[in-house]
């Protein structure tokens, strides 16, 4: 493990003082418990281009959509 010193404001500090007492561990287990905590919840959290994706999944129906893009695209390109 490695090894990082951590700075907190009073009442943080004697809170977790109070929780380690009272759950009988450290306070070092209670802060290792809350970062794996905060890992898991922000990692199973969707970035927004994700939750865009899954929101908008299936809203085209009319036929293959890159087929559409690539015509209407086409109309972008300079006549030769």
Sequence with gaps: ????????????????????????????QLVRRAVRRLRREYEARPTAFERILRETAGTWSAGDGLDYQRRVRSEWRPKK
């Design 1 to 28: 493990m490695i090894r990082t010193i951590v700075s907190f404001d009073p009442e943080d500090k004697a809170w977790l003082e109070r929780v380690s007492r009272r759950e009988q561990v450290t306070m070092t």
